[in-house]
């Protein structure tokens, strides 16, 4: 199995920056599809963002598009998003999860097909 920690999370105002970690346990890791989701109060888990085992595929949420970038870095099995252009509408508990499996685009896009998750870690963006 996956352990998973977010760090990163913090009070920015709107245009700021910043960059979420996730930092994995387990030897396996690079074997998972790693993902970011959102969650804001009174709305559902939403997708943000979804990179592929060996790092070559992502995909991105339309609302984040151009704004923010997952990455990975096996070696350090660790997984990033940075996040610029911050809005207000950015605000939400942010979530690290790993999928059991290959990326399959649609399949990844669902909270459900994800198997281990984080704790998250607090984004508010101020205007």
């Known amino acids: 199995q996956v352990q998973l920690v977010e760090s990163g999370g913090g009070l920015v105002q709107a245009g700021g920056s910043l960059r979420l970690s996730c930092a994995a346990s387990?030897?396996?890791?690079?074997?998972?599809?790693m993902g970011w989701f959102r969650q804001a109060p009174g709305k559902e888990r939403e997708f943000v963002a979804g990179?592929?085992?060996?790092?070559?595929?992502?995909y991105y949420a339309d609302s984040v598009k151009g704004r923010f970038t997952i990455s990975r870095d096996n070696a350090k099995i660790t997984v990033y998003l940075q996040m610029n252009s911050l809005q207000p509408e950015d605000t939400a508990v942010y979530y690290c999860?790993?999928?059991?499996?290959?990326?399959?685009?649609?399949?990844?896009?669902?909270?459900?097909?994800?198997?281990?998750w984080g704790q998250g870690t607090q984004v508010t963006v101020s205007s």
């Open positions: 999860a790993a999928a059991v499996g290959i990326w399959t685009p649609v399949v990844h896009l669902q909270y459900t097909q994800y198997n281990y």
């Open positions: 387990g030897r396996t890791f690079s074997t998972y599809t």
């Open positions: 990179i592929s085992r060996s790092g070559d595929n992502t």
